[in-house]
C-alpha cells in the first residue's frame, strides 16, 4: 500500500489550519480502541429503520440511525442475509465519522470477518477520504499506521448475482449536476428512481422540476448521534469525511430494494484533481475516478455481480455541465449548490461554492438571469477577492469545496471577460488575470470528452447528443 506522509504548507487562505498532532497522539492513546460492535434492520409500519452501534473504548458509544420510508415499489429481497451484508458495509462507511475523533489507533469490527483484500480497501478509503481532514488538522501520519483493522468474528458474507430491472437510481442533492442527469436521462426515455439522502427543499424541487412525483423516489433520511456533536464541542478531532463513499453503499442498498440495475452519479471529470496544489489529498476523494473504479471492483467481487454502478457526467467537465444545465431553465430557480445556505434554501453570496457556480454559469446566461438567481451580482462584491484567488490557483491550495479545476475557473474568466468592454469590466474581473481563450477554443473545450469513464454505450450516446445538439 502507498505510504504517504502529510506536509501541510504554512499557509491556507480561509481555511481554518490547526495544529493538532500533539492532540492527536494523545488522543489515541487516551482512547487505544474503536467497536464497530453491531447493527440491525427492522421492518416498521411505514418503513425500515438501520440501528448501528459503535464504541469508544468503552467511554462513549455511539448510536446512528437511517430510516427508509415505505414506497409502493420498495420490497424486501428474498435473500435475507444479502440484504444484512448490504446493511453491514453501509456501518463501515458511517464509523469513520465516529472514529476520527479520537483516530484509536486499533479499529475491531464485530459484525463480520473481511478478507485481507478488503481490509486493505477500506484502509485506502479511510485514508485517502480523511485526507482533508488530516490536512486540516496538521496530523502527520503514514497509511501504514494510521489505522489497524482488525476483525473479531467468523461471519462471512458473499457477493450475489441477482435479476435487476432496467431502472437507473440517479442520486439527487439539489444542484445542477444531478439535474443535468436527471434531465437527460429523462429526455432519452431511461427510466429514472430519484434517491435522496436527508430531503431539502432544492432536491424535493429539483425531482419536481424533472416532472417526477415525491411518490416515486426513494428516500434515505440519516442522523447523526448527537454524542458526536457534543465530543466536538469539547475539544475531540472534527473534520470532512468522504459522505460520497457513504452514498455509493447507500446507493447499493437502494439498487437491491427496488431491484434497479443502475446506479448513475453525477461525478464530473474536475473531482479527481487534488484540492491542495502539489498532494494528493482531494476534497472529492469519494467522487473520483479512482474510488468509482475502486467501488465498482469491490460492489462486483464482495457485494453484487449485476449491478452498474458509475458517474453519469464523468466524461464531462464543470464548463460542459453549466453549458447543459443552461438550457433546463425550469431548474434555475430551483436549483442551489451553496452549503452554507442548505439548510434556508438559499445562496449565502459569500463562499467559494457560490462564486465558482456563478463562474462557471456566467458564459452561458446573459447577467440578469444570474442575478434573477442568486439575488445579487457577485462579480461586483470585493469581499470575494480572496476566494477568486483560490479558486485561480494562486493560493497553496484551493478551496474545500466541491469546485471545478483551476483551469476551468481561468478559462470561464476569460470567457466572461470577453463580454465586457475594458471599462466595464465588474470588480473580481479586473482582478483576475488570464490568457485569452477564442470562441474556436471554447467549442472545442464543449465538445471534447474526457476518455476516464465507465459508461457502456447507451449513456455514452446520451451524452454524446447532448453537447452535439
Not at 62 to 75: A, D, G, L, N, V
Not at 111 to 123: G, H, T
Not at 262 to 270: C, G, H, I, R, T
Not at 366 to 385: C, H
Request: charged fraction near 20%; include cysteine.
Amino acid at each position: 500500500m502507498q505510504n504517504i506522509i502529510f506536509t501541510p504548507t504554512k499557509y491556507v487562505p480561509r481555511l481554518k489550519h490547526t495544529h493538532h498532532q500533539q492532540k492527536f497522539l494523545q488522543l489515541r492513546e487516551e482512547y487505544p480502541f474503536f467497536e464497530y460492535q453491531n447493527y440491525t434492520f427492522t421492518e416498521e409500519a411505514d418503513g425500515f429503520r438501520i440501528h448501528f452501534n459503535f464504541n469508544l473504548a468503552n467511554k462513549f458509544s455511539f448510536s446512528p440511525e437511517t430510516y427508509i420510508p415505505k414506497k409502493s415499489f420498495i420490497q424486501l429481497p428474498e435473500n435475507e442475509s444479502h440484504l444484512r451484508w448490504l446493511v453491514f458495509h453501509i456501518g463501515m462507511v458511517e464509523l469513520i465519522s465516529y472514529w476520527k475523533a479520537s483516530c484509536s489507533p486499533l479499529v475491531i469490527i464485530r459484525c463480520f470477518q473481511l478478507d485481507d483484500l478488503q481490509i486493505a480497501w477500506w484502509k485506502k478509503l479511510y485514508f485517502n477520504g480523511l485526507g482533508e481532514f488530516f490536512y486540516t488538522n496538521n496530523i502527520q501520519i503514514s497509511q501504514e499506521n494510521f489505522m489497524d483493522l482488525r476483525c473479531d468474528s467468523s461471519k462471512k458474507g458473499k457477493a450475489v448475482k441477482t435479476e435487476l430491472m432496467p431502472v437507473t437510481i440517479v442520486p439527487v442533492g439539489g444542484g445542477k449536476d444531478s439535474a443535468v442527469t436527471i434531465e437527460l436521462l429523462k429526455q432519452a426515455g431511461v427510466n429514472v428512481l430519484p434517491f435522496i439522502v436527508n430531503p431539502r427543499k432544492a432536491s424535493l424541487d429539483t425531482v419536481k422540476a424533472a416532472g417526477i412525483a415525491e411518490e416515486q423516489t426513494i428516500i434515505f433520511q440519516r442522523t447523526i448521534d448527537p454524542q458526536l456533536l457534543r465530543l466536538n464541542q469539547s475539544g475531540f478531532l472534527n473534520g470532512h469525511t468522504p459522505f460520497s463513499a457513504l452514498l455509493a453503499f447507500q446507493s447499493a442498498l437502494a439498487a437491491l430494494l427496488t431491484g434497479a440495475a443502475d446506479l448513475a452519479l453525477s461525478n464530473e471529470s474536475s473531482a479527481s484533481e487534488s484540492t491542495v496544489h502539489g498532494e494528493n489529498i482531494n476534497h472529492q476523494y469519494s467522487k473520483s475516478i479512482e474510488f468509482e473504479q475502486d467501488f465498482r471492483w469491490y460492489s462486483e467481487t464482495y457485494l453484487f455481480k449485476s449491478l452498474n454502478y458509475f458517474s453519469f457526467l464523468r466524461p464531462l467537465s464543470e464548463l460542459q455541465i453549466a453549458w447543459l444545465f443552461s438550457r433546463f431553465d425550469h431548474y434555475h430557480q430551483v436549483f442551489k449548490s451553496c452549503n452554507v445556505g442548505s439548510k434556508t434554501d438559499s445562496w449565502c453570496c459569500a463562499c467559494p461554492k457560490c462564486l465558482f457556480t456563478y463562474l462557471i454559469l456566467s458564459p452561458f446566461l446573459p447577467s440578469d438571469r444570474m442575478v434573477k438567481i442568486f439575488g445579487k451580482n457577485l462579480l461586483q462584491e470585493p469581499v470575494l477577492s480572496p476566494v477568486m484567488k483560490e479558486l485561480q490557483g494562486k493560493t497553496a491550495s484551493k478551496p474545500f469545496e466541491c469546485v471545478g479545476t483551476v483551469d476551468e475557473v481561468n478559462f470561464s474568466i476569460s470567457l466572461l471577460s470577453s463580454k465586457y468592454r475594458p471599462d466595464e469590466l465588474p470588480i473580481l474581473l479586473k482582478q483576475a488575470t488570464d490568457t485569452h481563450h477564442s470562441a474556436a477554443s471554447l467549442q472545442n473545450t464543449l465538445e471534447t470528452l474526457n476518455n476516464q469513464h465507465n459508461l457502456d454505450d447507451q449513456y455514452l450516446r446520451i451524452i454524446l447528443d447532448a453537447i452535439r445538439n
